[in-house]
């Protein structure tokens, strides 16, 4: 059987239903889809988008119309949907949501998460990094207590081997020292680390392997890229991982499908 976990950065809901997202994921078959940036509201899902590919849709929609937004399609039903981080300022952007999947004996959760971006400007990253000092202690706390994968656009290249011109990145927001070593230590054991697992890294150690190009350019046609979206797991989830793939066949958004196929089921 297996569990079959897509994320993807949207970039607008309807623009990449026009770019026929829908009959990919139907294809796809996954179990479960983290989606980011629907750039839409609840009016504007209903009756259009509640479900994708037989799979039922549950969202986080931002206060402002045509910006951020999260959603989790699945084909199971969870036990409990939480919908933000408890934290005024990220949740009125909707930049969170939780599918929990409980049963006797297991706790185990489906996360979609959009982290903010810097690259408008100082104010905005000063808003990244205030997010990231909240999301850390969040994840800690929640892996005491269940097994969990977050899917989602991270915003964040952790390596050199992350994006294709990492030289001329070294001072621009997705590259900056601090963010990469907030992934660094999000990844690390140990008391102060967040012991969670880069699931596509553990699977496939390969360059440019990249899930978002910029639209400036010819970065797509030359693949000037970034590996901004990612799996992060508990490791006992983790350890599941067996194949992976990035979506290039089709361009639904300045962002690929990222799909990795798990040995479990809810």
């Known amino acids: 059987m297996g569990f079959r976990l897509v994320t993807l950065n949207l970039n607008g ?99 979609s998460c959009y982290f903010p971006s810097g690259s408008s400007g100082e104010e905005r990253q000063q808003v990244k990094f205030q997010f990231l000092a909240a999301m850390l202690p969040h994840l800690q706390a929640l892996r005491t207590e269940r097994e969990f994968i977050l899917v989602g656009d991270v915003n964040i290249a952790h390596q050199e081997i992350d994006l294709k011109n990492w030289k001329g990145n070294l001072k621009n927001s997705g590259f900056l020292p601090e963010e990469r070593a907030w992934m660094t230590n999000l990844l690390a054991d140990g008391p102060s680390g967040g012991g969670l697992v880069d699931v596509f890294r553990r699977l496939n150690p390969h360059p440019e392997q990249y899930t978002w190009w910029s639209n400036r350019g010819q970065a797509w046609a030359k693949n000037v890229g970034w590996r901004l979206d990612y799996h992060l797991a508990t490791p006992a989830l983790a350890a599941t991982a067996q194949r992976e793939s990035i979506h290039l066949a089709e361009r639904f958004s300045d962002h690929a499908p990222l799909t990795i196929d798990y040995d479990f089921t809810l």
């Open 13 to 111: 809901i309807r623009s990449a239903a026009t770019k026929g997202f829908q009959a990919w994921a139907e294809a796809a078959a996954p179990d479960c889809m983290g989606v980011q940036e629907l750039k839409a509201q609840a009016e504007d899902v209903a009756g259009r988008f509640e479900t994708v590919a037989g799979m039922a849709g549950y969202f986080h929609h931002a206060q402002k119309k045509g910006y951020s937004g999260v959603g989790l399609y699945s084909r199971h039903e969870p036990s409990d949907v939480i919908r933000g981080l408890g934290i005024e300022a990220f949740d009125a952007e909707g930049r969170y949501i939780e599918l929990r999947f409980d049963k006797p004996g297991r706790k185990l959760s489906l996360i």
